[in-house]
């Protein structure tokens, strides 16, 4: 079946880094998204992305972050300069709409654990 | 505005028992749909189950079962005769139609102890 993958699985870097955190969607997908989930708390919606463009971003998403589409596979999140703030796992998703219905269903990929020291 | 809340922060039951895990959520579209997912520890998110708007039927697979409510905007999750395995954070999830973001509850934490 296929799947969303992430690599690294965890990445450990020094505040002020730049990182970039990477995510093959699935490959008939169009539609991207990255979510955050600050450890302990709920998943909240970062950004997504059709098309080659940004299509909706969260109030999270400011402009230490950036998406891109290099590629026709990976779909990868910069953070420019990292705070401590951003420890948190990154869950990157693409969906596809479902046939016959109006709902788009979103695949998750297992997560990169980000912490900044 | 859309919001799903979970009012149980964590739960802790004992082994074999059935324990209901609660879900209310507030939206202004009619249609909408609803997930649930599970997150162990090893921290992915496990899809369970999606729901739509329009079928208010329950369902069961196997020792899981889904009760969605229109009425008061509930779509609670009963995992009858709990195991340890389903200790996990578990969360409930509304999306609307088309290419937007997934809004999540806080999650219930579900401790089963042997």
């Known amino acids: 079946e296929p799947e969303v993958t992430q690599t690294p699985s965890h990445q450990v870097t020094q505040m002020g880094q730049e990182v970039i955190l990477r995510c093959v969607p699935i490959s008939n997908h169009l539609y991207f998204y990255w979510y955050r989930q600050i450890l302990g708390q709920k998943v909240e919606f970062l950004v997504s992305f059709y098309n080659n463009e940004i299509s909706e971003k969260s109030e999270i998403f400011d402009d230490q972050f950036s998406v891109e589409r290099p590629d026709g596979s990976n779909f990868t999140l910069k953070i420019r300069s990292t705070k401590l703030e951003d420890s948190a796992m990154y869950f990157c998703a693409s969906s596809d709409r479902v046939p016959g219905q109006a709902s788009y269903e979103q695949y998750f990929g297992p997560g990169t654990r980000l912490t900044v020291t | 505005a859309q919001k799903v809340t979970q009012a149980q922060t964590e739960i802790s039951v004992v082994e074999k028992e059935d324990v209901t895990l609660d879900c209310v959520y507030e939206t202004r579209d009619t249609t909408y749909y609803l997930f649930w997912y599970k997150q162990p520890p090893s921290g992915e998110l496990v899809f369970l189950i999606r729901r739509n708007s329009f079928d208010e039927q329950n369902e069961i697979s196997g020792r899981y079962s889904w009760n969605f409510q229109k009425s008061t905007s509930s779509f609670n999750f009963t995992i009858t005769a709990s195991q340890v395995v389903d200790s996990a954070v578990y969360f409930c999830?509304?999306?609307?139609?088309?290419?937007?973001?997934?809004?999540f509850g806080k999650g219930t934490r579900l401790s089963v102890i042997a």
């Open positions: 999830a509304l999306h609307h139609p088309g290419n937007t973001p997934l809004v």
